[in-house]
């Protein structure tokens, strides 16, 4: 199987900065698109930033100009590096990755999540 694994969250304060990683390990033929979603309590999980193979980046209204994303293919490893941080930006991040494993169709696997608190 594929294991996500996410570090990087934290205590920040408003206007701070904070950068988070997630590597991919396992059996893994090819990563396709990898992304990084957040829920906030009481919210749906809503997609913060995606980027694919070819590193095509999409990224939420709310965080454009403020948030990066950015992958390591040879590190199977996403990051996403925010800046300029809001009260609103409290939530758990999530990775997720788009994984060819075989032959079969490719599978959506998510990492176990971080905090990110952006608070004074």
């Known amino acids: 199987q594929v294991q996500l694994v996410e570090s990087g969250g934290g205590l920040v304060q408003p206007g701070g900065s904070l950068g988070l990683s997630c590597a991919a390990s396992?059996?893994?033929?090819?990563?396709?698109?990898m992304g990084w979603y957040r829920q906030a309590p009481g919210k749906q999980r809503e997609l913060v930033a995606a980027?694919?193979?070819?590193?095509?980046?999409n990224y939420a209204d709310s965080v454009k100009g403020r948030f990066t994303i950015s992958r390591d293919n040879a590190k199977k490893t996403v990051y996403l590096q925010m800046n300029s941080l809001k009260a609103e930006d409290t939530a758990v991040y999530y990775c997720?990755?788009?994984?060819?494993?075989?032959?079969?169709?490719?599978?959506?696997?998510w990492g176990q999540g971080t905090q990110v608190t952006v608070s004074s």
């Open positions: 396992g059996v893994i033929f090819r990563i396709n698109a």
């Open positions: 980027i694919t193979s070819g590193s095509t980046t």
């Open positions: 997720n990755a788009d994984v060819t494993i075989g032959v079969g169709a490719p599978r959506v696997f």
